[in-house]
């Protein structure tokens, strides 16, 4: 498929990275304004769940719409530990993060295991209907989750003069891991396993590469980071309701972030998320009811039908074009990748 | 969990699921016959219902137009919608239909939210008229004439459907191209045109479906994501791209809720179908009538 992120794998690595890390270190410092840490945490939190969508779904091809449940395991584990253990807030609660992550991980065998055998359309449906399912579970076992008087976490008690930095540092860490195991799986042999599956499963399968368990493990993987995210994001709020935890929309947003950005890059959830959370919460505190779905709507329509392979995909293209030009002396032909041709009309028959 | 099993009751809720599981088959005949002709996934079928809802709202308040007559106004206006939404949006579509579409579709439901939250707000609304308030007793039930009224409506125009597939040389375009798209384009049928007539008769369908969802269910603006989960299971119940399959889908679904709501609680009427979808799923991934699709295309 498409590697073309990989022509300059020296620049990739090394340069941008760390100047992207030092500034998204640095924000906060340069940028101490509550609201401004506000919208960047929400941004980190998306941009860490696209990125953790991207690894299962990227990857393998399997666009799971239902990635929202691991969320709403990472949320309700942290808050039902932290409350029903009577844990004080502050930094201590932040090692519940991983556990939250466990323990979605641990879910996501199972019912990874039962939407794995459905593949196409019946599994992105299955996956959405399971936020459905657990989302009225969450609602209905009020013994365990108290309903929809949600639960209320212990305050982290910091200070105000730093209170988002710990979230914003940790969220930041949790984000640099997915990406490093993102890139990781993406340059090793079980990465390519991935991208077999989503290429072609059935003759990957003949070529000997175990497809059920790569599709499951990358599942758990990516069920893992968000279990974590969840956690960390209902630490953030200070309070859970299974509607805005189990919620749906949430997992259609991070799809679109990784749409908008590019699937199956590393990158582009990261973009994706910066360029629609910071919209959205733009939109959400400027626009009136209605304008905003107006403009959200159409940014995507525009986006989706004039880049439909991404940002990073598109621009990358783009800019590969121009620097050959202007290398060439201004030859006009361009000797980039030729755009993947419309599938020949036979292949519809195959199989 | 109390269980109670009067039979009464129980044929009650399951006539009550026939009479709204043939509304719900309409809209979902529509999303099933539009993937299957233009392999896309429409999303924003669920927003065309609700906006078809307003639409009839509006004309029954501003222009006091009976429901059922405006209909005559609205199912022209969605149709005319659909060929636009289709031309524009989702013909420029080259590649990976399916995917793209989801997210392309998304899109347009969301102005669709945005822009009847302009129009009318969000506040829940319901369409009303003698038929909505008045009704006959049915064993322990009182059933509105709106359920009769709309099953009656619902019947004739899944008739009109049928006999439009299959007693029409339109639809025996339709159902070459739901067979083999390339190979109805070489034997001359003009592709283009068909899926942009196919697409407009799934949105005009949910015209008459949403006047009946808003008569029977409150709604606002953001309705549809719930709806459309619901569309989504009947048509992966019925099997995707299958027409019978969504209208049976739609029954199933609709009283299975019903009798679970008598006969355990309302509040797990849906999860009991969900559950009852993914098991069926674990045995049948194409669903009940539709093709297995064994390659990735």
């Known amino acids: ?351 | 969990m109390p269980f109670e099993f009067d039979p009464v009751t129980v044929l009650d809720a399951v006539l009550a699921g026939i009479l709204t599981g043939t509304v719900y088959a309409l809209m979902g005949m529509g999303l099933s016959l539009i993937f299957g002709v233009l392999d896309i996934i429409d999303v924003a079928q669920a927003g065309y219902v609700i906006l078809a809802a307003y639409l009839s709202f509006f004309l029954q308040r501003s222009l006091h137009i009976d429901l059922f007559l405006g209909l005559l106004i609205t199912i022209p206006l969605l149709f005319l919608l659909g060929i636009v939404v289709e031309v524009v949006f989702i013909r420029p579509i080259k590649r990976d239909r399916t995917q793209l579409s989801i997210l392309i579709t998304f899109g347009i439901g969301l102005v669709i939210e945005g822009v009847l939250g302009v129009f009318f707000g969000t506040t829940e609304r319901e369409l009303d008229a003698w038929y909505v308030t008045q009704g006959i007793k049915v064993g322990n039930f009182y059933i509105a004439y709106v359920y009769i009224f709309a099953f009656i409506m619902a019947v004739a125009l899944i008739a009109v459907l049928f006999v439009l597939l299959y007693r029409t040389k339109f639809g025996r375009s339709v159902r070459a191209l739901m067979q083999n798209r390339t190979a109805a384009q070489l034997i001359g049928i003009n592709v283009e045109r068909v899926s942009a007539i196919t697409f407009a008769i799934g949105a005009a369908l949910t015209a008459a479906g949403g006047m009946a969802y808003g008569a029977t269910t409150p709604f606002n603006n953001n309705s549809w994501y719930d709806l459309i989960t619901r569309l989504f299971a009947i048509i992966i119940l019925g099997g995707l791209g299958s027409v019978q399959g969504a209208l049976i889908g739609a029954i199933i679904m609709l009283v299975l809720s019903d009798v679970t709501a008598v006969v355990w609680s309302p509040v797990w009427s849906s999860a009991v179908f969900f559950a009852a979808l993914v098991l069926l799923l674990l045995f049948r991934p194409q669903g009940l009538f539709g093709s297995l699709a064994t390659r990735k295309q």
């Open chain 1, 1 to 351: 498929m498409d590697r073309s992120l990989k022509l300059n794998p020296r620049l990739i690595t090394f340069g941008w990275p760390l100047i992207l890390l030092v500034a998204a270190v640095s924000f906060p410092l340069v940028f101490p304004n509550a609201a401004v840490d506000n919208v960047a945490i929400l941004t980190l939190i998306f941009a860490s769940l696209a990125t953790s969508w991207n690894i299962f779904a990227g990857y393998t091809g399997y666009n799971a719409l239902g990635h929202t449940v691991y969320f709403g395991f990472g949320a309700y584990t942290m808050a039902l530990i932290s409350v029903n253990q009577q844990l004080p807030g502050g930094f201590g609660l932040f090692l519940l993060v991983p556990v939250a992550g466990v323990v979605a991980a641990l879910c996501a065998v199972p019912l990874g295991w039962i939407s794995l055998r459905t593949r196409g359309h019946a599994f992105v449906v299955i996956t959405l209907i399971a936020v459905f399912i657990f989302q009225l579970l969450a609602f209905n076992l009020r013994g365990i989750t108290l309903g929809s008087t949600g639960i209320f976490l212990p305050a982290p008690g910091f200070a105000l003069d730093w209170y988002f930095l710990p979230y914003y540092y940790v969220q930041l860490a949790i984000l640099v891991l997915a990406l490093l195991i993102s890139w990781y799986i993406r340059s090793s042999r079980y990465g390519l396993w991935l991208l077999a599956i989503r290429d072609d499963e059935d003759r990957a399968e003949g070529l000997g590469v175990r497809t059920g368990a790569g599709k499951l493990s990358a599942f758990v993987i990516s069920a893992f980071f968000t279990g974590m995210i969840g956690a960390m994001y209902a630490y953030f709020i200070g309070s859970i309701y299974p509607q805005y935890v189990f919620d749906p929309a949430l997992s259609i947003t991070l799809v679109l972030m990784a749409f908008l950005g590019g699937v199956g890059t590393l990158s582009g959830p990261v973009v994706g998320a910066l360029i629609l959370e910071i919209a959205q919460q733009y939109f959400s505190l400027n626009a009136q009811t209605g304008y905003y779905q107006i403009f959200l709507g159409a940014l995507f329509l525009i986006i989706m039908l004039l880049l439909p392979r991404g940002i990073v995909r598109s621009l990358f293209r783009l800019w590969s074009a121009w620097r050959i030009r202007r290398g060439a002396g201004g030859s006009p032909v361009a000797p980039e990748r030729p755009e993947q041709p419309e599938r020949p009309a036979v292949a519809v028959e195959r199989g």
